[in-house]
């Protein structure tokens, strides 16, 4: 299937507009340079580096290309393969080893080998123009810049960037999602969720331990900014003079309406994702855990079973419905994910807006306990009214015998 492909980059550009703004004259440039750099390679269709023999395609190998501060990848020079030693550039090290651990991740949680799912080759990029603010998926490969070193530090140093940006090439291989509107903003999210569990997996941490951060390691230690994106908590990853305030929502009443054009947010797809961010999120930490198990496939599937078009509520009504496929009618896995829509404004399709709320409420009973534990107190509240029928039956025999 033919699939129109775009730039898909980890820093939204609003915030490097939001630079340009800035009274330090450096900064403005650097931030100018940036965008200016990713128009132009929006325009033109990028081509792959030809290099005869480097590296056979299939098992997701590896290679990592130097661009020496060009912005023209087919002059970038091997720098590592997949059967390389180690190189003593630690942005080709940390470069080649993000790949790995993604590809690793599909391939251990999901059974995906690569993100095409037929063993595609895994390119990477480093040193990227100079001082260039962003990484970024192409369609082919990962693109990395080295930051100015004044607001960004190397986009290699973030786990969770590296799996993000290549989780926009499985997304592209399976549903296809359109890179604007409501389906852009699914795009950004699912590369977010997997981007997080990417890094989760590989710290083996729960869902209680994960910080649910996008982009964590990209600002410099003197930028007041916990990342660029809070899953946890939408519109709260920064608030500073610099960015402004983080603008995601959590919920649709605060849905961010805005032109679906080149030069802007493609109508707010790195806005609007936070919305079905924190749906993850709230369905996570219902179901507890580790959140690449049951909620991670429960998304997976959703991806796969989706297409190009697919908004926000048709997307919430697959995974509900792929909740129940995997694990059953009503089962706590399901009633997350009906909660955790519900949370952020959207009604899960067919159901009664009474009953769902019942069932929300069921699933966040005993102070915000998992379905499974929410279960195990109904039953036992249930168990209790039966006894107190059967020693009421007791008495009323009692006294019909008197």
Same mark, same amino acid.
Do not use: H, M
């Given at each position: 299937m033919s699939r129109t492909r775009h730039l898909q980059c980890i820093i939204p550009p609003h915030l490097l507009e939001k630079l340009l703004g800035s009274d330090d004259s450096e900064m403005r440039q650097v931030a100018l340079n940036t965008l200016m750099t990713t128009a132009r390679l929006r325009g033109e269709r990028t081509v792959r580096a030809s290099f005869a023999g480097v590296a056979t395609l299939g098992n997701g190998r590896r290679t990592v290309f130097d661009c020496r501060h060009s912005t023209q990848l087919p002059s970038a020079v091997l720098v590592r393969s997949e059967d390389g030693p180690e190189s003593a550039d630690p942005s080709v090290d940390h470069a080649f080893d993000g790949l790995g651990l993604t590809r690793d991740f599909y391939r251990t949680v999901f059974n995906r080998d690569s993100i095409d799912g037929d063993g595609m080759r895994l390119d990477a990029f480093v040193h990227f123009g100079d001082a260039y603010n962003n990484a970024f998926w192409d369609g082919q490969e990962m693109v990395f810049g080295d930051g100015d070193g004044k607001l960004f530090s190397d986009f290699t140093g973030s786990t969770d960037v590296i799996g993000h940006e290549l989780s926009h090439g499985v997304t592209e291989n399976t549903a296809g999602l359109k890179y604007h509107n409501q389906s852009g903003a699914l795009n950004e999210s699912m590369s977010d969720v997997f981007g997080s569990l990417v890094k989760q997996w590989s710290l083996k941490q729960s869902v209680d331990d994960a910080d649910w951060l996008i982009g964590p390691d990209i600002f410099t230690p003197g930028i007041d900014a916990d990342a660029l994106r809070s899953m946890k908590a939408p519109g709260h990853a920064y608030d500073n003079d610099l960015f402004g305030k983080d603008p995601q929502p959590d919920h649709m009443e605060h849905f961010v309406k805005l032109p679906d054009t080149e030069r802007g947010d493609l109508g707010g797809v790195h806005i609007n994702s936070g919305i079905p961010n924190k749906a993850f999120y709230l369905a996570a930490t219902r179901i507890g855990g580790f959140a690449w198990e049951a909620p991670g496939l429960i998304w997976y599937e959703s991806l796969k079973a989706s297409d190009a078009d697919t908004q926000f509520q048709e997307f *919430?009504? =697959? =995974?509900?419905?792929?909740? *129940? $496929?995997?694990?059953?009618? $009503?089962?706590?896995?399901?009633?997350? /994910?009906? *909660? *955790?829509?519900?949370? /952020?404004? %959207?009604? %899960?399709?067919?159901?009664?807006a009474g009953v769902a709320r019942a069932r929300s409420l069921a699933a966040d009973r005993n102070g915000g306990a998992g379905p499974d534990k929410v279960l195990t107190t109904v039953s036992q509240q249930i168990g209790a009214l039966a006894a107190q029928v059967t020693g009421l039956a007791k008495d009323v025999t009692a006294l019909k015998s008197r």
């Open positions: *919430a009504n =697959t =995974t509900y419905r792929k909740a *129940a $496929e995997l694990f059953g009618d $009503e089962s706590p896995e399901q009633l997350a /994910v009906l *909660a *955790a829509w519900q949370d /952020v404004g %959207i009604q %899960i399709s067919g159901i009664l």
